[in-house]
Every structure is written in structure tokens, then in C-alpha cells.
């Protein structure tokens, strides 16, 4: 009954929406942080710290493998990154990244860890005109 009376009168939750996911705590980042694989670990320490990732904002998962790939041979880290599937299987698990289907091509964008997409109509639409003018890749 305490604790009844405590979530019913006592605790605000007002801005409650169970159509929300939890909030992240330090925990739970913690959990995630231990529970990757090395080449899950270096694909998002890369695109955290890496010049190649700091000024752009969408990138197809060939890029993201390349410069993840150029990021461990910088920092001599021994890593055997996976291809360009299994990146993009693990990308729409990772709350850095954000899908973005266009013609033909999946291209990912930084998350702001709100749910929205900070690329622009004006950065997917000069990203998909490099995709057309290059050779066919895997995404």
C-alpha cells in the first residue's frame, strides 16, 4: 500500500509517455560499452574522433568502414573490420547513426542522440549525386 500511495501521490509523472524508449543512464552505457566487439568499439570511437567524420554529416558504409579502417592503422590498433553488411546490420543498432534510405543506396547521418536527423534534404541530395557519378558499391 506505501508504495501505492507513493506512485500515486507523491511521484510526478507528468511527462511519462510509454510510447517512449527508457532513458540511457550511465549504467546501461556502461553495459553497451563492454558488450561491443573490437570492431564495434573502433567503428564508433572513429566516428567520435576521427577529422574524416568531424565535418561531414551523411556517409554510405563503405565510408564509414574505410575511415574506421584508416583510423585503427593510424592509432596501429590490430582490428579486422567486417564488411560493408554487417557495418550497416550493426549501424541500425548504434544510437550515433541514423538510416536514411534513398534511391537504390542506404546513407547514414550523425544522430544527435534526440531522434533527429541533422543531415539536410540539401546534404542527402549532394551525397546521392556522388553516388550516382561513382562505380556500384555494397552498402
Given at each position: ?10 511521484v ?19 553495459i ?10 573502433l ?24 575511415t ?7 592509432h ?8 560493408n553488411k ?9 544510437p550515433?547513426f ?11 547521418t550523425?544522430?544527435n ?10 546534404h ?6 556522388l553516388?550516382?557519378?561513382?562505380p556500384?558499391q555494397e552498402?
Open positions: 500500500r506505501h508504495v501505492a500511495y507513493h506512485l500515486l501521490h507523491e510526478d509523472l507528468s511527462d511519462f509517455d510509454a510510447g517512449e524508449p527508457p532513458p540511457v543512464t550511465a549504467f546501461l552505457q556502461e553497451q560499452h563492454y558488450s561491443m566487439t573490437n570492431w564495434e568499439e567503428v564508433v570511437t572513429s566516428f567520435r574522433e576521427s577529422e574524416a567524420f568531424r565535418n561531414r554529416t551523411v556517409f554510405t558504409s563503405k565510408e564509414i568502414v574505410d574506421a579502417a584508416l583510423y585503427a592503422g593510424e596501429q590498433m590490430s582490428v579486422k573490420l567486417p564488411g554487417l557495418i550497416a546490420r550493426y549501424l541500425r543498432t548504434c550515433e541514423i538510416a536514411i534510405r534513398t534511391r537504390g543506396s542506404m546513407i547514414w550523425r544522430n542522440l534526440e531522434g533527429r536527423i541533422l543531415a539536410t534534404k540539401g542527402i541530395r549532394a551525397h546521392e549525386v553516388l550516382a557519378e561513382m556500384a552498402d
